[in-house]
């Protein structure tokens, strides 16, 4: 199963949860704040990408379309 797949069906509020962090990053200004302060990070950014299950993701990217991880890649580093 795709990790974010798993994600939204590894627990009957999944999906909820999923919803209610996207909710909050569009509404509120001080989870917008944490939300760039950590994503610019290298720390951070290093972590992320070298968690597993990101790894997994990046690996399907890599095997379905690649331009897709690389027009994803080149906007976010």
């Known amino acids: 199963m795709e990790p974010y797949v ?14 209610e962090a996207f909710s909050l990053l ?4 001080s989870v917008q704040r944490i939300v760039v302060s950590l994503s610019s990070d290298r720390a ?15 690996e ?10 690389c027009l994803w890649m080149c906007n976010t580093t």
């Open 26 to 29: 569009q509404n509120e200004s």
């Open 6 to 19: 798993y994600l939204c069906n590894s627990q009957p509020q999944g999906r909820q949860r999923v919803y």
């Open 60 to 69: 399907s990217f890599y095997a379905g379309d690649e331009g897709l991880w």
């Open 44 to 58: 951070v950014w290093d972590a992320v990408m070298n968690n597993e299950v990101v790894r997994e993701l990046r």
